[in-house]
C-alpha cells in the first residue's frame, strides 16, 4: 500500500473508479467498529475488544482463523448483512499528520486509479471534486468517532470490565474446533456487580450502549460458524468436475431478521 497526500500537483489530472469487490478485506478476521456503528454492526456480527495499536477498541468478528475474513467470497463480494465502516472507502484513507492534523490520502498503487475513467478528484475550478469533498467529510466524522470509541474502551478498562474471551467454534474447513485468542468481552459478572455511582459514571460517560451492544453481540457467534460451514460447502461444490454451481455460498440465512432475539428478557 502506498499513501499519498491528494494534492493537485499529484491527482489533478487523475480519476478514480468505484470500488466494486472487497479483496482487500479478505484476510481480515476481525475489523474495528467506531461507536456510532455498533448498535448496527450488533444485529449481524459477533462483536469483540482487541487492542488496536495500543488502544482498545470494538471489533467485528469476521473469521474463525487469521488472515480470513469469510464475508468475501473468492469474486471479492461481500456477503454479509453489515459492511464496516473502516472498508466502505478504501482506498481512501485519512492520514495524521506530525502536526496532529488530518489529511485526505489515497492507496495510488490501487487498480483503481485511472487518467480518464471514474470520477475525477478535483474540478475545473481546481477544488476537491464533490465526491472528494463529500469523502473527506464522512472519513473527518469518522476519525472524530474512533477517537470518542477509544475513550470509552479506556473507561471500561479502568473498572475492571474487560475480561479474555476464549471462543470454541467449529472450523468448517479443517473440521476441528477453532480457538479464538487475543479478544476480550465485556465481563457480565463484573458489570452487574457495579455500585450506583459507578454505573452513573459509564452512563454520563456513554459506556452503557457499547456494553450492552457487545452482550447481545455474542449470539451472533452461532451465525458466524453457519457462515462457515456455508462457505466451505460452496467451495466443495465448486471444485467438483462438471458440476455448474457457482463459487458462491448459499447465504439466505442472512436475510432472517430473527437473529437477535429477545425471548426471556
Known amino acids: 500500500m502506498a499513501i499519498v497526500p491528494i494534492t493537485k500537483a499529484s491527482f ?11 479483496h482487500f478485506a479478505g484476510q481480515d478476521s476481525i475489523a474495528p ?3 456510532s456503528e455498533v448498535t448496527r454492526a450488533m444485529l449481524h456480527l459477533p462483536i469483540g475488544f482487541a487492542k488496536v495499536k495500543d488502544d482498545w477498541m470494538p471489533v467485528a468478528l469476521q473469521g474463525l482463523s487469521a488472515k480470513k475474513n469469510l464475508f468475501v467470497v473468492p469474486s471479492g463480494r461481500w456477503v454479509g448483512r453489515y459492511i464496516p465502516i473502516c472498508y466502505r472507502f478504501q482506498p481512501f484513507v485519512l492520514a495524521s499528520t506530525d502536526e ?5 490520502c489515497y492507496d495510488d498503487a490501487s487498480d483503481l486509479l485511472s487518467d480518464s475513467e471514474g470520477e475525477p478528484f478535483f474540478d475545473a475550478q481546481s477544488n476537491p471534486s464533490e465526491v472528494v469533498s463529500g469523502i473527506l467529510s464522512f472519513l473527518g466524522q469518522h476519525f472524530q468517532n474512533l477517537q470518542a470509541t477509544r475513550r470509552l474502551c479506556a473507561v471500561l478498562d479502568q473498572h475492571g470490565l474487560l475480561t479474555q474471551w476464549s471462543i470454541k467454534l467449529q472450523d468448517h474447513e479443517s473440521a476441528k474446533q477453532a480457538m479464538l485468542s487475543g479478544l476480550y468481552r465485556v465481563d457480565e459478572e463484573a458489570f452487574n456487580q457495579l455500585d450506583a455511582p459507578t454505573l452513573g459514571v459509564l452512563h454520563q460517560a456513554g459506556a452503557l ?3 450492552y451492544a457487545q452482550l447481545l453481540s455474542i449470539q451472533n457467534l452461532a451465525l458466524l460458524g ?4 456455508e462457505y466451505q460447502s460452496a467451495l466443495k461444490r465448486a471444485a467438483m468436475p462438471n458440476q455448474p ?6 447465504m439466505t440465512f442472512l436475510a432472517d431478521d430473527t437473529t437477535i432475539s ?3 428478557l
Do not use: C, H, M, W
Request: glycine share 6%; hydrophobic share 35%.
Open 12 to 22: 489533478g489530472n487523475k480519476r478514480f473508479k468505484r470500488n466494486l469487490t472487497y
Open 33 to 35: 467498529l467506531a461507536l
Open 100 to 104: 496532529n492534523k488530518q489529511v485526505l
Open 209 to 211: 450502549p457499547l456494553i
Open 226 to 229: 453457519q457462515v462457515s460451514k
Open 245 to 250: 454451481v457457482s463459487e458462491q455460498p448459499d
Open 262 to 264: 429477545f425471548e426471556g
